[in-house]
């Protein structure tokens, strides 16, 4: 399992045509003792650990219904440069942007952390100067432990998972929300306190924290 400093680097096609071809190996072969040195290989590649970064822009069907799929789209075009600014300005990689969401890596938690407190003050900040239908938020999920980090294309892992549900399910607008786990690895100062919650989602307890970074506007 390698370590993973964190960079803004771009595509790397040699590492996703390996790890395409290490799963076509694996799914061609029903041998237990070749699947297993097949999943060894995988691991020692690709696996790396850090902090995952998940983000959704609030409101998508409201908005959408209302104002039309237009206006939503020139809100991501807002919001994603704010996103990819403070990942960049924090040592982490955007691995993607897909549709209101985007998803990034870390090494470690208070660079995921600082950089989602850039990006809602960055918002607000914005969000003042726009009239109340062009305002603009979004929900974060950040997450801890073991993944797959293919280049700086894609990552599978159980914290990709736990982080979506976070940041795409549980988190409402201007909310940042951190599992415990990765929480126990915060040793920045932090001027809010954490609201520490549990929530069961697909049979699995997830303990987390929210940041409510939401700011009232005139």
């Known amino acids: 399992m390698h370590n993973h400093t964190g960079s803004t680097t771009s595509s790397d096609p040699d590492a996703l045509a390996m790890f395409d071809q290490l799963l076509a190996n694996y799914s061609a072969t029903s041998d237990i003792v070749e699947r297993s040195r097949i999943d060894d290989d995988v691991w020692e590649r690709f696996g790396t650990q850090g902090a995952v970064f998940i983000s959704d822009m609030s409101g998508f069907s409201r908005s959408t219904r209302a104002l039309g799929i237009c206006h939503f789209l020139a809100q991501i075009r807002r919001v994603r440069p704010i996103v990819g600014q403070a ?3 924090h040592g982490g990689t955007l691995i993607k942007c897909e549709t ?3 998803y990034a890596y870390f090494p470690v938690v208070d660079s995921a952390l600082a950089a989602s407190l850039d990006i809602n003050a ?3 900040e914005m969000n003042l100067q726009l009239d109340s239908n062009d305002r603009a938020f979004v929900s974060i999920g950040i997450d801890f432990g073991k993944l797959l980090l ?3 294309d894609e990552y599978y892992g ?3 998972n736990t982080a979506s549900k976070l940041g795409e399910d549980l988190a409402a607008r201007s909310e940042i929300l951190l ?3 990765a929480m126990d690895r915060v040793s920045m100062s932090v001027d809010r306190d954490a609201d520490p919650r549990r929530e069961r989602i697909s ?3 997830i303990d987390y924290v929210c940041f409510d970074m939401a700011v009232r506007l005139p």
Do not use: F, K, M, Y
Request: charge should be negative.
């Open 158 to 160: 159980d914290p990709v």
């Open 150 to 152: 293919i280049g700086s």
């Open 203 to 205: 049979g699995i307890d």
């Open 179 to 181: 599992t415990q786990r």
């Open 87 to 89: 990942v960049a300005d």
């Open 100 to 102: 209101d969401n985007c």
């Open 122 to 124: 960055e918002l607000a």
